[in-house]
């Protein structure tokens, strides 16, 4: 199986900050990473798929990067409503999510 | 607007069953993929199962750790999907949500808003 690490598990930001997460796969995944965005009490969200393909609708302040075993989310500027946890996710071979990237108020 | 409403959930007692349904509204369901994600109170995301569209052979994979004790089913006339869980144990106690898996990389791109199980007695 493949296992996906995430780091930091969380961080504290301001808003207006730049901040970014990085996920790592256990072996090559080519480009297939994906990245979701989660709140209590509201449905998971789609940010970016195939590494750095946004998702339609996805504020353009959100971005991915990386290939093979490292990949980026970075948002450029952080807003009120992008504090939550944030989950990379591969589907390579089968799926596995990694263990989350929860971002707090600072 | 696509739509993916769980239901099913609830309480049920260690060793039994429960069959938790998708209706799904918005999209031609017959044309994508289905799968269903779990979150265990506290815990992270924990995909577990999914069903390629008729057009794929309507064919299934599982989790490991629900491998033999779930089963993932669709009707198309109806846009549902089906996640019938067997021999149920106390950590499957989770909130599960059913998503549709688009693209070529198979991402969930959709999600419904999730349904309690909780398995105590």
Redesign the interface.
Known sequence: ?IQMTQSPSSLSASVGDRVTFTCRASQRIS??L?W?Q?KPG?????LI??ASSL?SGVPSRFSGSGSGTDFTLTISSLQPEDFATY?C?Q?YS???????TKVEIK | EVQLVESGGGLVQPGRALRLSCTASGFTFGDYAMSWVRQAPGKGLEWVGFIRRKAYGGTTEYAASVKGRFTISRDDSKSIAYLQMNSLKIEDTAVYYCTRAGGYYYYFDYWGQGTLVTVSS
């Open positions: 199986d480009s297939y994906n979701y989660l509201k449905a998971p969200k789609l798929y195939a998702q989950y996710q589907s089968t799926w596995t999510f990694g263990q989350g």
